[in-house]
């Protein structure tokens, strides 16, 4: 069995983990397939991506009862497993948007919060497990949970793995939206059509300056809104597209 699928839905990539008797837990077969939906994510023609789950589950996190490979003496196997998933959705200049139809636990939850945005099927759940086995946060959870609900909302959390309906993770902040289940991916979906449609390349280009301004000083962030403008002003189709609300405006002036 294939453990993640990808289909193309037109400019949009729908990644689905799909290892639905385990709740979609990450084993080493997963974690390959997963690299090669990076991969295809990576293809200009892919414009947004979708991440969700097949059957019942988002994703267990790490796979408890699979074969794992011994780690070094003083080493983790974090390097090798988790992170190169985590900088891979970072990097794709493109939205990334986690469709979460059921529970997203441990380093499924932090595949989750890696995502730009997620959208939770009223079934959902979000659990933080790793305290309950003796670990702190793996696959970058500790970087984004804090950015999301605030340092001591994440550590509480964290610490106490408290299970959180979606309703809960909706009043958080964790999620964006909560849509029934039945209408999960195809409501993701056209949010991330709808993106795809934006003229230019200014989708991308808000996402890298987002995560610019979350990790450096104003000033910095001032001189990377300058660049990335530059890039996004000489864009094609954004011409094209200034002149089309310029005509609805009736004259309106822009300053650009």
Sequence with gaps: MTTVLTERDGA???????????LNALDADTLYALADAWHEAADPEVEAVVVTGNGR???????????????????SGLRHTYHPHVLAMAALEKPVIAAVNGPAAG??????????????ADTATFV???????????????YFLPRLLGYARAYQWLVTGRPLTAAQALDWGL??????????????????????????????????????????????????????QALAVAAPGRQQARAQVVRRLSGTEEDQ
Excluded: W
């Design 175 to 228: 999620v964006s939206e909560v849509v029934p289940a039945d209408d999960l991916l195809p409501h993701t979906l056209r949010l991330a059509h709808q993106m795809t449609e934006t003229p230019g390349v200014a989708v991308g280009l808000t996402k890298r300056l987002l995560d610019y301004g979350l990790n450096h000083g104003l000033a910095e962030l001032l001189d990377e809104e300058a660049r990335l």
């Design 12 to 22: 949009v990539l729908i990644v689905t983990l799909n290892r639905p008797e385990k």
């Design 107 to 120: 380093a499924g939850l932090s595949l989750a919060a890696a995502a730009d945005l997620r959208i939770a």
């Design 128 to 142: 933080p497990a790793f305290t309950a086995v003796g670990l702190v946060p793996d696959a970058g959870g500790a």
């Design 57 to 75: 589950g988002f994703c267990a996190g790490a796979d408890l009862r699979a074969a794992q490979a011994p780690a070094r003496p003083g080493s």
